[in-house]
């Protein structure tokens, strides 16, 4: 599948911000450089250009951030409360809940291991829950419910409501799995 329409537009609009021509981004476990005048976004821990749909997260991150600071509201959002989410819900349940419920829904108490390997913390949210620092100013809370007799395993992934001054639906759904498959 190709980006090229979407990374384009997206460092073009980076671009008419005016920023530095190169800008340093931390990004789930990882660092990427922006270089503006190359159009490259590259991982500083592989030194390895970033896949077409992480640069465009990154870049449309970048845009909102250099057009205005978001200030987290502190209400959690599940994705079916995001607005315009009707045609992605069933992406974001494949991509996310459902990968999220196979690695961690027997055993929901192993998701505290990737505290180790990303910034954020524990939190009192279901029987298992963890804010993770995605982006300067964009948490994600990841929550697992343990499964008994009567209902199996149930996971979510909610996002501060300031999350919709950032990125667009289809935007989310990608970050989410992205999220998702890093745990």
Known sequence: MSYDIAINKAWDELSKLDPPKLISVKFMADEYTVDLEDKTVTSFSCNVAAKDFTAILILHYLAQKLKAITILTGEWLSFKELSGVEGY??????????????????????????????????????????????????????????????????????????????????????????????L
């Not at 804010?131 to 300067?136: K, M, Y």
């Not at 100013?137 to 996971?155: H, Q, T, Y």
């Open 89 to 182: 819900y069933l992406a974001f349940k494949k991509r996310v809940i459902e990968p999220l419920i196979r690695k961690y829904g027997s055993h929901p108490e192993s998701l505290l291991e990737v505290l180790g390997r990303f910034s954020g913390k524990r939190i009192d949210h279901g029987d298992i829950g963890i804010v993770l620092d995605v982006f300067e100013g964009v948490p994600a809370l990841v929550v697992l419910w343990r499964g008994d007799e009567e209902f199996g395993p149930e996971a979510n992934m909610l996002f501060d409501k300031s999350i919709t001054t950032i990125f667009c639906t289809e935007d989310i759904v990608v970050l989410a799995g992205l999220i998702a498959s890093q």
